[in-house]
C-alpha cells in the first residue's frame, strides 16, 4: 500500500453499527511498522463486532475511564482506569463495555 494511503496520527473512525470510536495517536506510518497505539471509545452496551485473534500481534489496553470487559481465551475479564491487560499473539479476545457509561481506553500493539 502507498504510504499516502496508510493512516496517521490523528485520523479517525466511527462505527455506529458497533459503537466504537477510534483516534489514532501513533500509526504505522509514525513507527515505521513497529508499533501503533490508539484511544479507543466504546460507547455504553457496545462491543468491537466478534472475538478475534491477531497471529502476530502483541496488543495491550490501558483504561482511562470507566470499565472494559475483555473475552480472552474464553474467559471474562475487567479492566478498571489505571489498569492495563495484555493480549499476547495468537489469543482470541473481544473488548466489550458492558456498562452504562462510555469506556475510553488506550489500545497499542507491536508491530503495526
Known sequence: MPLALLPRA????????????????KAHAETDGRSFEGDLILDPHSAVAFEH??????QSYTVVEGILSVSLAGEEREVRPGETLV????????????????VRFV????PA
Open 10 to 25: 490523528g485520523d479517525a473512525v466511527h462505527n455506529p453499527l458497533t459503537g466504537e470510536t477510534l483516534v489514532l495517536l
Open 107 to 110: 489500545a497499542g500493539g507491536r
Open 53 to 58: 485473534v491477531h497471529h502476530d500481534v502483541e
Open 87 to 102: 493480549v499476547p499473539p495468537g489469543t482470541a479476545y473481544r473488548p466489550m463495555n458492558r456498562g452504562d457509561q462510555r
